[in-house]
């Protein structure tokens, strides 16, 4: 039987080789494994040390939940397409450290993985997780979007315009509007009301870098209507929307086109050269809005995920 036990210090970087790559001296993989540490290792936080099975003293396995912005974990882990690895032993790791991350204040761990990996979504379906969502990941060239996107949508003289820190319009005004846009949702639907709102805001301000004036809030007669949330991108010179939404009582007036087009006229004066999204692959109008806008699909990936059986207030 493997045994479990967290990764020594100063045995970081070949743990993060193993997790990569199947191999702990791995030199390909060995720069990857430093930008991994040093992004995932700040700070002084437990949760964020790499674990490990070892079967005999051969490592078998290797995975960390990640702490981030809003009580959410994330879940790093060796594939059990590498040769090395124990799928077995991986189950256990994963499920272990799981287990111990929602102890504490976290309200869900999750797992992205790369369509298709079929061999890894089984392993962790065995280790407790459960299938979250597919999201489709979309690309926009807004050098060669046509000019002034807002103006390719009619918008009525009924809306108004507000962004975050303008007035009254802060995190309260914004996670109020958030939370009436998920009545209805075809956006990650199970996700609504695991965590806290202002754990979401957490969350969303962390995606990229928190950009302040571009969280826009439409108004339509005076009425909070919808929002789109866009975050700089913490590399290059790209914009990621975060989070785009409408309230049930103001969908089917193409306020998604709306919100969508103003985020990329308004990228496109601060001079971003792509902006980026997800979407789920279930959301077939917000899709097809992104897709007429000229967004092309880069990648696809499936998220799974162990909640915390503490429910929010």
């Not at 090395?84 to 991350?101: H, K, N, P």
């Not at 390719?152 to 975050?164: G, I, M, T």
């Not at 792509?274 to 692959?281: G, H, I, K, P």
């Not at 499936?302 to 207030?313: G, L």
Request: charged residues 25%; glycine residues 8%; proline residues 4%.
């Amino acid at each position: 039987m493997a045994q479990i036990e967290p990764v020594p210090f100063g045995q970081e970087i070949e743990a993060a080789c193993f997790m990569l790559a199947g191999r702990e001296d791995d030199p390909a993989a060995e720069i990857q494994a430093q930008n991994l540490l040093e992004r995932y290792q700040a700070g002084e936080q437990k949760s964020n040390r790499f674990w490990r099975a070892t079967d005999r003293g051969r490592c078998v396995a290797v995975a960390m939940v990640f702490v981030g912005k809003g009580r959410v974990g994330f879940l790093l882990h060796s594939s059990v397409n590498w040769p090395e690895v124990d799928r077995q032993a991986a189950c256990e790791l994963i499920g272990r450290i799981c287990s111990d991350a929602l102890t504490g204040d976290l309200a869900m761990v999750q797992s992205l993985i790369h369509v298709p990996a079929v061999a890894d979504e089984d392993m962790l379906r065995q280790a407790g997780l459960e299938f979250l969502v597919e999201l489709i990941y979309m690309s926009l060239d807004i050098r060669k979007a046509a000019a002034g996107a807002a103006g390719a949508v009619q918008e009525p003289a009924e809306l108004a315009w507000k962004c975050h820190g303008q007035g009254q319009y802060n995190d309260e005004q914004f996670g109020r509007l958030i939370k009436e846009t998920y009545r209805g949702t075809l956006d990650c639907p199970r996700l609504p009301g695991v965590r806290r709102i202002e754990d979401i805001l957490a969350s969303h301000k962390a995606s990229g870098l928190f950009t302040p004036q571009c969280w826009l809030l439409a108004e339509w007669a005076a009425r909070p209507a919808g929002c789109v949330l866009v975050n700089d991108s913490a590399v290059g010179e790209s914009a990621e929307v975060v989070y785009l939404g409408v309230v049930p009582e103001f969908r089917g007036r193409r306020l998604g086109k709306i919100l969508l087009a103003r985020a990329i006229a308004q990228a496109s004066l601060r001079r971003r050269e792509r902006m980026l999204l997800a979407v789920d692959t279930r959301n077939t109008y917000a899709l097809n809005i992104y897709l007429t806008a000229g967004f092309t699909p880069t990648g696809r990936k499936k998220a799974y995920v162990m909640f915390s059986n503490e429910q929010p207030s």
